[in-house]
């Protein structure tokens, strides 16, 4: 019996990983050029912004990144003056980020291209198309949750 083989173009966390990575990296070009934002610059912003405070820790779980590139991003946002800390009533031991008034009009910007990017990346799906690919992420990224959980129990 021989060895399994693997094919790298049909192996869907491949693929699934090798197109994120694109799809980043066109983003990634462009914000930097247009904004100097970074990847994770970026998606700081748009997860600070959407709330009323957030802690670095509750970055990293939300958005995947790993503690160090989450300082690292806040730090950078921190000294271009996007972000500044507030007190968490919560958890005294922590703090909160919140946006800038410079860094809440940046977003602004931002908004505006992001929404043109995923139209454009998206423009050639039907409505159900993209439905049925949105509800498959969440059923994926579940999974790999899951997955996650039963590993560290």
């Known amino acids: 019996m021989s060895a399994p083989t693997l094919d790298l173009d049909r192996f869907m966390p491949y693929r699934l990983s ?12 462009a914000y930097e050029q247009l904004f100097g934002l970074k990847i994770p610059e970026w998606r700081l912003l748009a997860v600070i912004a959407e709330g009323d405070g957030i802690s670095q820790q509750d970055i990293g779980k939300r958005t995947r990144m790993d503690k160090v590139t989450v300082s690292r991003a806040a730090i ?3 000294t271009r003056g996007l972000i500044k800390q507030k007190p968490n009533e919560r958890d005294g031991r922590s703090h909160l980020l919140i946006l800038t008034d410079s860094g809440y009009a940046l977003y602004q910007q931002v908004v505006p291209k ?4 995923e139209a454009q990346l998206f423009d050639h799906l039907t409505a159900e198309e993209i439905q049925s690919f949105s509800s498959t992420l969440s059923k994926i990224a579940d999974a790999a949750e899951a997955a996650l959980r039963a590993k560290s129990a």
Do not use: Y
């Not at 090798?18 to 070009?29: G, H, K, L, P, Q």
């Not at 992001?114 to 990017?117: E, S």
């Open 114 to 117: 992001a929404l043109a990017f």
């Open 18 to 29: 090798i197109t994120s990575n694109a799809v980043s990296e066109v983003i990634s070009r």
């Open 76 to 78: 950078a946002m921190q």
